[in-house]
């Protein structure tokens, strides 16, 4: 380890050292990939289609179709899918003229407004496209020959997604099918079987990436700024408004956290959006209390009394100052959240309260539940919310040690 490194850097090479460590950042970020181009690994959709009338990229401007993708963060994950080899190449070129959190703001701006500007819906959709499995190849790449009306004229070539099946597409005559069968309509393989509806196992295993992260991050996201503001605030300014968010906090900690998460859920409905939400809000308390013991250690030293003597305001003192000295248990902290949330999202749907619209590992997991002579439906999902979660604890452990200053 450098001597003449600073803290951060050491700690960064205490955390890289482990190989554990390193096998797990490696999977989550191709779990990462895995979600972010889910679309270009299972479709129906050709990526390039050549006819007569010349050459077209159907699965391109179905990336921002509403009817293809009506939840916001399926448009998320499309829009990144194009953004991120650019985004990549910018972050490198500006590597020595912007620090890392300039970088960071910059490129979460940048997806931000295209974010912002992909929920308008500006692209049609194109009923030719939709009926392009009708008329599925054997092979992701071949040339064939439609038929007469399918999208306008006689096709020549046309390239497919590895995967030739939408998660959210029922085929006839395919409910649970063992893996490896061939699906009637298209000629092609489930490989991973199908589910008591008749949809790709395999594809809605891709796309579930998309739904674990989101709940993950959003839940955890919307946990910790809830925790920041009420640990800060009690931390820092103390006497009667300490004792009055500790007293709500000790509230929220009397409550067994799933408890509350499965009565509201069974209440409000089992839509995606709800549960991220109410784990969220319910799954605050542990971060407050720990960010108010960090305000406390950090409120009584010196360059805090020397700021308040020089008369920075109070916000400045607690964003600019305290806030940054306290991200380190913060991020650890985030990385077992991610984990609880997807595993609570999980558990909510083997229960049967999960949002049956979306292509989610919990409700693969339910439907194994009701079929229990299908094992395929248990172990694919259970394996998959396995390996996320493993990652994740591995990453926060790493965390924990290398940020630890008695480690050596």
Same mark, same amino acid.
């Given at each position: 380890?450098?001597?003449?490194?600073?803290?951060?850097?050491?700690?960064?090479?205490?955390?890289?050292?482990?190989?554990?460590?390193?096998?797990?950042?490696?999977?989550?970020?191709?779990?990462?990939?895995?979600?972010?181009?889910?679309?270009?690994?299972? !479709?129906?959709?050709?990526?390039?289609?050549?006819?007569?009338?010349? /050459?077209?990229?159907?699965?391109? /401007?179905?990336?921002?179709?509403?009817?293809?993708?009506?939840?916001?963060?399926?448009?998320?994950?499309?829009?990144?899918?194009?953004?991120?080899?650019?985004?990549?190449?910018?972050?490198?070129?500006?590597?020595?003229?912007?620090?890392?959190?300039?970088?960071?703001?910059?490129?979460?701006?940048?997806?931000?407004?295209?974010?912002?500007?992909?929920?308008?819906?500006? @692209?049609?959709?194109?009923?030719?496209?939709?009926?392009?499995?009708?008329?599925?190849?054997?092979?992701?790449?071949?040339?064939?020959?439609?038929?007469?009306?399918?999208?306008?004229?006689?096709? @020549?070539?046309?390239?497919?997604?590895?995967?030739?099946?939408?998660?959210?597409?029922?085929?006839?005559? /395919?409910?649970?099918?063992?893996?490896?069968?061939? !699906?009637?309509?298209?000629?092609?393989?489930?490989?991973?079987?199908?589910?008591?509806?008749?949809?790709?196992?395999?594809?809605?295993?891709?796309?579930?990436?998309?739904?674990?992260?989101?709940?993950?991050?959003?839940?955890?996201?919307?946990?910790?700024? @809830?925790?920041?503001?009420?640990?800060?605030?009690?931390?820092?300014?103390?006497?009667?408004?300490?004792?009055?968010?500790?007293?709500?906090?000790?509230?929220?900690?009397?409550?067994?956290?799933?408890?509350?998460?499965?009565?509201?859920?069974?209440?409000?409905?089992?839509?995606?959006?709800?549960?991220?939400?109410?784990?969220?809000?319910?799954?605050?308390?542990?971060?407050?209390?720990?960010?108010?013991?960090?305000?406390?250690?950090?409120?009584?030293?010196?360059?805090?009394?020397?700021?308040?003597?020089?008369?920075?305001?109070?916000?400045?003192?607690?964003?600019?100052?305290?806030?940054?000295?306290?991200?380190?248990?913060?991020?650890?902290?985030?990385?077992?959240?991610?984990?609880?949330?997807?595993?609570?999202?999980?558990?909510?749907?083997?229960?049967?309260?999960?949002?049956?619209?979306?292509?989610?590992?919990?409700?693969?997991?339910?439907?194994?539940?009701? !079929?229990?002579?299908?094992?395929?439906?248990?172990?694919?999902?259970?394996?998959?919310?396995?390996?996320?979660?493993?990652?994740? !604890?591995?990453?926060?452990?790493?965390?924990?040690?290398?940020?630890?200053?008695?480690?050596?």
């Amino acid at each position: 380890m450098r001597e003449s490194a600073s803290p951060g850097q050491q700690a960064f090479e205490r955390f890289w050292r482990r190989a554990a460590v390193r096998g797990a950042v490696i999977v989550l970020a191709a779990l990462l990939l895995v979600g972010i181009y889910a679309p270009f690994l299972a !479709n129906e959709i050709a990526f390039l289609w050549v006819d007569r009338q010349g /050459a077209h990229w159907p699965l391109f /401007a179905d990336l921002f179709n509403r009817t293809s993708y009506p939840r916001p963060h399926d448009l998320l994950f499309n829009l990144l899918s194009l953004l991120v080899p650019p985004l990549a190449l910018v972050w490198w070129l500006l590597r020595r003229r912007l620090g890392i959190g300039r970088r960071l703001a910059l490129c979460l701006g940048v997806v931000l407004i295209a974010w912002l500007l992909a929920m308008v819906p500006l @692209i049609p959709t194109k009923s030719g496209w939709s009926a392009v499995w009708a008329h599925r190849p054997l092979s992701p790449f071949t040339s064939i020959e439609a038929h007469a009306g399918t999208a306008g004229s006689d096709v @020549i070539t046309a390239i497919f997604a590895p995967i030739p099946h939408r998660c959210d597409a029922t085929y006839p005559g /395919a409910s649970l099918l063992p893996p490896g069968s061939i !699906n009637k309509a298209t000629g092609t393989h489930f490989w991973l079987g199908t589910d008591d509806i008749g949809r790709d196992v395999l594809a809605s295993l891709l796309f579930g990436v998309r739904i674990s992260l989101s709940i993950g991050f959003v839940a955890t996201g919307l946990s910790l700024l @809830i925790g920041i503001a009420v640990g800060g605030a009690s931390g820092y300014f103390g006497g009667w408004i300490d004792v009055l968010l500790q007293r709500l906090v000790e509230v929220m900690m009397c409550f067994p956290t799933f408890i509350i998460i499965l009565s509201v859920v069974a209440m409000i409905g089992p839509d995606i959006f709800v549960i991220m939400l109410v784990i969220g809000l319910t799954s605050w308390a542990g971060t407050a209390r720990l960010v108010r013991g960090e305000f406390l250690h950090q409120g009584v030293c010196d360059y805090v009394a020397a700021a308040e003597a020089i008369g920075v305001a109070r916000w400045r003192i607690i964003v600019r100052h305290i806030l940054p000295n306290t991200m380190a248990p913060i991020i650890i902290t985030a990385t077992f959240g991610i984990a609880g949330a997807v595993l609570s999202e999980s558990g909510l749907s083997f229960l049967g309260l999960g949002d049956p619209t979306t292509a989610s590992w919990g409700v693969l997991l339910e439907q194994g539940r009701e !079929n229990i002579r299908y094992p395929w439906l248990i172990y694919a999902p259970g394996i998959a919310i396995f390996v996320l979660v493993t990652c994740l !604890n591995l990453i926060g452990n790493g965390l924990r040690d290398a940020f630890d200053p008695k480690s050596t």
